[in-house]
């Protein structure tokens, strides 16, 4: 059964230290690996896809990379309003582009 | 600038007693799901128009309906709300490929209370 699974549930850091959030993904033929941030009470805002191992994308403080069994989305130099959940999803072998999420990781950037 | 409107953005109702949640997308995608999300929990996809094919998630309860007038509109039905129907419901919409996979874009969502 496809499956995507994140650590930790929650992070707390101080303001500019830096860490990677964890992405772990069983899907066959994975036509997508993709991140989204979502604030309390708004929907996931779009920040990247991933599609073959090696691939890596940068947006600002973050970057997320890819293997053939993970994802990693590491945030450099964080600041308080990077705090948000990150949440990672697949797109599998279905061309409906149905998303398999995992449960997400609440980033909380103190001060 | 193209994006998903969802619409209200909370709704409250009675136990029992019908709604029915709107969204709109000038994105022009082929593709909407409608998505229920509880308080720390991922989006549990519902269901989801292909073009005006609709498809249900097998564990999708039958209280839950859904409507494609055209591209630009879907609406979310819920027959006989209950307390446990209380969550954030969100709509996505996505174009995708024979070959590679697209992101889902994603409204604001509707809060949902039940009295």
């Known amino acids: 059964e496809d499956q995507v699974t994140q650590s930790p549930e929650a992070l707390r850091l101080q303001e500019g230290e830096s860490s990677s959030l964890n992405c772990s993904y069983t899907v066959s033929g994975l036509r997508g690996l993709f991140w989204y941030r979502q604030d309390p009470g708004k929907g996931p805002e779009f920040l990247f896809t991933?599609?073959?191992a090696g691939e890596e994308k940068e947006k600002e403080r973050l970057k997320a990379t890819l293997t053939k069994k993970e994802s990693f989305l590491h945030i450099t130099a964080p600041k308080p309003e990077d705090s948000a959940t990150y949440l990672c999803a697949a797109d599998g072998s279905s061309n409906t582009g149905k998303l398999i999420f995992g449960q997400g990781t609440t980033l909380q950037v103190k001060p | 600038d193209a994006m998903v409107i969802q619409n209200p953005r909370y709704q409250v109702t009675q136990f029992g007693k019908p709604v029915t949640l709107s969204c709109s997308q000038t994105?022009?995608?082929?593709?909407m799901y409608w998505y229920q999300q509880k308080s720390s929990q991922a989006p549990k996809l519902l269901f989801h128009y292909y073009d005006k094919d609709f498809n249900n998630e097998a564990d999708t309860p039958d209280n839950f309906q859904s409507r494609r007038p055209n591209t630009s509109f879907c609406f979310l039905d819920i027959r006989s709300p209950g307390l446990g129907d209380a969550a954030m419901y969100l709509c996505?919409?996505?174009?995708?490929?024979?070959?590679?996979?697209?992101?889902?874009?994603f409204g604001d969502g509707t809060r949902l209370s039940i009295l």
């Open positions: 994105l022009n995608h082929n593709v």
């Open positions: 991933l599609y073959s």
């Open positions: 996505a919409t996505s174009r995708p490929g024979q070959g590679f996979g697209q992101p889902q874009h």
